[in-house]
């Protein structure tokens, strides 16, 4: 790898339309704006502080190591689906998160995972300028929701985590994948389940000491004959996997309430003003389109593909 200083990479990419000075000196505190959807706090960064974060993924974060064959959240071409397909071939399964993620992700530990990483790492002066990236990617010391630079660090963060639970899965014929925070675990065998917590809460410790936890009051188990639900997808008898018949007659009702009554369509979606129901019902008709597209195709037959394709495509950061 031809290695170079932040400063050259900074000038190949910004060409003389961003100064190096200006990427020095901003004041990260007063370069975003927080704003709450649906019960967590989003971190917007402004135009400047976006542009040098989108700079930042693409000369390291984006190169940093990620366990592909565990991890299928922020990352191209692959999907919740895949995340969960890997396991419609198992009767048993697990399924829990880590408590609190990105508030879990703190600049100790984000420094540690680019410093362990340096064969991947492009820029020769890193070591000189790690304390300003560290600034610009943390909200008091951690990992801020809507950064488009902490899904990739969050992802690079677990990677040694990813690679020793993957092992200890194979050698228990398990089959391990990450979605985000999610945390699936699926075998053939009842006795191997048992000794999925405590190995991944010992893991866990190993890794990231106390600062990295299981949401135990998040975790289950699913036996034979039990309905198979992860992550909204769900494990049909036969070994597909589809939406939740819940969630696409809950988004059908959602779709004649929006087109007929506005306030019906607001409460229905249990927000306090019209914009948060439209982003919420945009982000779930968003995640159906990601694990079956046909469903969306049938609420345009139905609802006029217009009015459809119109929700899909409202931001939630708008």
């Known amino acids: 790898m031809n290695k170079r200083p932040l400063e050259q990479l900074f000038?190949?990419?910004?060409?003389?339309?961003?100064?190096?000075?200006?990427?020095?000196?901003?004041?990260?505190?007063?370069?975003?704006?927080?704003?709450?959807?649906?019960?967590?706090?989003?971190?917007?960064?402004?135009?400047?502080?976006?542009?040098?974060?989108?700079f930042l993924s693409r000369v390291l974060f984006d190169r940093l190591p990620v366990k592909n064959d565990v991890v299928f959240s922020y990352r191209k071409g692959v999907n919740v689906v895949d995340a969960v397909e890997k396991h419609s071939v198992n009767r048993y399964f697990f399924q829990s998160d880590i408590k609190n993620f990105f508030g879990s992700i703190d600049r100790k530990l984000i420094g540690n995972t680019i410093l362990s990483a340096l064969d991947a790492c492009p820029i020769s002066d890193i070591e000189q300028w790690l304390d300003k990236i560290l600034d610009l990617v943390t909200v008091d010391d951690a990992l801020p929701p809507g950064f488009p630079t902490s899904p990739s660090i969050s992802n690079a963060c677990l990677y040694e985590f990813d690679k020793k639970l993957l092992t200890w899965c194979e050698e228990n014929e398990l089959i391990y994948t990450r979605y985000a925070d999610d945390i699936i675990i699926s075998g053939s065998v009842e006795e191997k389940m048992h000794l999925i917590i405590p190995k991944t809460t010992e893991l866990l410790c190993c890794e990231f000491g106390d600062r990295v936890n299981l949401n135990i009051t998040k975790t289950k188990f699913t036996r034979p004959g039990e309905k198979v639900k992860i992550l909204g997808v769900a494990i049909l008898p036969n070994g597909k996997v589809s939406v939740d018949g819940r969630l696409k007659k809950h988004s059908e009702t959602a779709m004649h309430c929006f087109l007929k009554d506005k306030e019906k369509f607001t409460s229905f979606l249990k927000e306090k003003d019209f914009e948060r129901a439209l982003k919420k019902f945009s982000g779930q008709l968003n995640y159906i389109n990601t694990v079956d597209p046909s469903f969306l195709d049938k609420l345009r037959k139905k609802y006029g593909a217009t009015a459809v394709d119109k929700m899909i495509h409202i931001s939630v950061g708008s």
């Open 11 to 54: 000038f190949a990419t910004f060409r003389e339309k961003q100064k190096f000075s200006d990427f020095l000196e901003l004041d990260i505190n007063s370069a975003y704006s927080r704003k709450d959807y649906d019960g967590r706090s989003i971190y917007i960064p402004d135009k400047n502080l976006k542009l040098y974060l989108a």
